[in-house]
């Protein structure tokens, strides 16, 4: 890898299964550093932006030497005690620094999808159904915690939708800066939300979710709407001729069909998806290599 001036500064190493227990008590120590020299070179003054993604707890899950064992309820759990360590220790190193800097500093912790369908390394999502690769509710909905010193309030929590695109434009945002107006952006600023949860809404209500070229489902504020039906990975029924509506909250495990009951619904979540494939006609996603202005 480079260094910050440019020079080589190259560490090699076979990337094994006995690595990958090292990697994530690595990468913090890289990441302390770099944050202790950024903010010594700069005093403080210059904002800075650190992306530290853990490799907890994707599979494989294998924890370092210091926590094998450490629950005596397997290396998953183990891998769950270390990842809080290791989250932990970055919180413990932001809270050394001044507190113009410390308080200054955002921290937002948070998983790109649902837990693993493999064994042995499959997770759990608590009260819902499915795991990744599923437009289930144990595949979209995931933990999101953010920490802005006396700008985000203490131990609240909420059930608004949040969605990974928001966090470009609201990042932006809370740097003062402003989101680009020249492409299409798909996040909304959540800054307002996160300051005041407890008398400000979420603005966005809900989202499609796609995978692959696929429109598998979509999320409209309580209710989920599928046009594929796959609860489990590589089980699916394909593309369903009446899809299929669930309300998350009444019905978290997603397991009894109310479209019969509640048409209505249908309104607003398909005019998402309308508005949604509009945009598409002057912004493909992906753009089109033929139009792109390299």
Not at 77 to 105: C, K, W, Y
Not at 112 to 134: K, L, M, Q, S, V
Not at 183 to 204: E, H, L, M, Y
Request: hydrophobic share 35%; charged share 25%; proline share 8%.
């Amino acid at each position: 890898m480079k260094g910050e001036a440019g020079s080589e500064s190259e560490q090699v190493c076979i990337y094994d299964l006995e690595q990958r227990r090292c990697i994530d008590h690595d990468l913090v120590e890289k990441s302390k550093d770099w944050l202790s020299r950024r903010v010594s070179a700069e005093a403080g003054q210059k904002p800075f932006f650190l992306y530290h993604p853990l490799v907890h707890l994707h599979f494989p899950t294998l924890p370092h030497a210091d926590f094998a064992g450490r629950t005596m309820n397997g290396d998953f759990a183990d891998s769950m005690v270390e990842m809080d360590h290791r989250v932990g220790q970055l919180l413990d190193h932001i809270d050394t620094f001044p507190a113009a800097v410390r308080d200054n500093t955002v921290v937002i912790f948070a998983s790109d999808n649902g837990p693993e369908f493999r064994p042995p390394y499959r997770g759990t999502a608590g009260p819902w159904t499915g795991t990744y690769h599923t437009a289930m509710e144990g595949s979209l909905r995931v933990p999101f915690m953010i920490r802005w010193p006396g700008k985000v309030p203490q131990g609240v929590t909420s059930n608004d939708i949040v969605h990974v695109t928001d966090i470009f434009s609201t990042i932006i945002s809370i740097a003062g800066a402003q989101v680009p107006q020249d492409r299409p952006i798909d996040g909304v600023d959540q800054t307002a939300f996160f300051q005041n949860p407890n008398n400000t809404k979420s603005p966005r209500d809900g989202f499609l979710f796609y995978i692959k070229n696929d429109l598998r489902a979509v999320k409209w504020r309580d209710w989920k709407l599928h046009f594929y039906w796959e609860p489990k990975v590589n089980e699916g029924q394909g593309k369903l001729e009446s899809p299929y509506l669930f309300n998350v909250t009444r019905d978290p495990k997603e397991e009894s069909d109310v479209l019969v009951f509640n048409t209505w619904v249908l309104q607003p979540m398909l005019k998402m998806r309308a508005h949604f494939a509009k945009s598409l006609r002057n912004d493909p996603a992906p753009p089109d290599p033929m139009k792109a202005d390299w």
